[in-house]
């Protein structure tokens, strides 16, 4: 008798975990409502293969043959339209970009559990997208990303040598503590995390020490500019000054916004200067 109340106990508790986890991934899948020929930027859509058999939609925005090109990665939930104030600001400079939906978001694949490491896999694709394509000449690649597609695009550079330039606006340096925090501000016993990302790690096999920015951004020889607001809620300013103390001290800076949050970071009257100034000095355009 004592066997089968634990079983039934284990039981439910799957089954709670399991429910637990599909409402953690439940986002409302947006598509994409306009395109950079609303501000009369050229561009065509084009389709990115996956390594793991799918295919990423996105918009490749020429600016010239030899130009740099910069590789636009959106946050959670969001599509590639969330980076066309980037689109709008960053063409006219003169760089080459090349905006996707990551896996499950927007036109894109379907993927079970999309995590900062698939949306480093994305990230990475990108890369060997443009490195086959011939659209340009040059091998200057920079990546821009905001909060997960920041941790992705600091994972992508650890891991690709391509990746000259970084720029993070908003990003996670370890996926377990956004979750934590995310719990605790829904009031959650600290229990139910500690189960949670347990069951996760052996059924299916997520290893967070590996997908986590702060682990991988050591590996990374692009140089990096972390940008974080201080009053960032999502992501607390303190998970940025810890990808700022693990990466690369010549190679890494963090600029932290003052009075702004997770998504209005750019609105700040000194950050294209500071996005500018950057890309010029690590992905100069010739």
């Not at 409302?28 to 990423?56: A, C, D, M, N």
């Not at 339209?81 to 760089?95: E, F, T, V």
């Not at 891991?159 to 606006?169: A, C, E, G, N, Y």
């Not at 992501?235 to 916004?257: D, E, F, K, Y």
């Amino acid at each position: 008798m004592t066997f089968i109340w634990v079983l039934s106990i284990l039981i439910l508790l799957i089954v709670f975990l399991d429910q637990f986890i599909e409402r953690m991934y439940s986002y409302e899948k947006k598509k994409h409502r306009f395109t950079p020929e609303k501000y009369q930027i050229p561009f065509e859509e084009v389709s990115i293969p996956e390594t793991k058999g799918g295919q990423l939609y996105g918009w490749w925005m020429p600016a010239s043959l030899d130009a740099p090109t910069l590789i636009l990665v959106h946050g959670w939930g969001r599509d590639l339209s969330r980076m066309m104030p980037y689109i709008r600001a960053l063409h006219p400079l003169g760089y080459n970009l090349l905006a996707f939906d990551a896996r499950n978001h927007g036109d894109s694949s379907p993927v079970a559990r999309p995590t900062v490491g698939t949306f480093a896999e994305d990230t990475r694709a990108a890369v060997d997208f443009l490195a086959a394509s011939g659209l340009t000449s040059s091998e200057g690649i920079g990546v821009i990303g905001l909060s997960i597609g920041g941790g992705a695009a600091i994972n992508a550079a650890s891991r690709d040598p391509l990746v000259k330039s970084v720029i993070t606006v908003g990003a996670l340096s370890d996926p377990i503590e956004v979750m934590k925090l995310e719990f605790q501000n829904r009031n959650i016993p600290d229990i139910i995390p500690w189960l949670l990302f347990g069951y996760m790690r052996l059924r299916f096999g997520l290893d967070f020490d590996k997908i986590a920015p702060v682990n991988n951004i050591p590996n990374a020889s692009a140089d990096i500019l972390l940008i974080h607001g201080d009053e960032d809620e999502t992501i607390p300013l303190t998970q940025g000054q810890a990808l700022a103390r693990t990466g690369n001290p010549a190679r890494t800076r963090l600029w932290v916004v003052p009075g702004k949050g997770h998504s209005d970071c750019n609105a700040h009257p000194q950050f294209w200067e500071q996005v500018s100034t950057f890309l010029q000095r690590t992905l100069p355009i010739p």
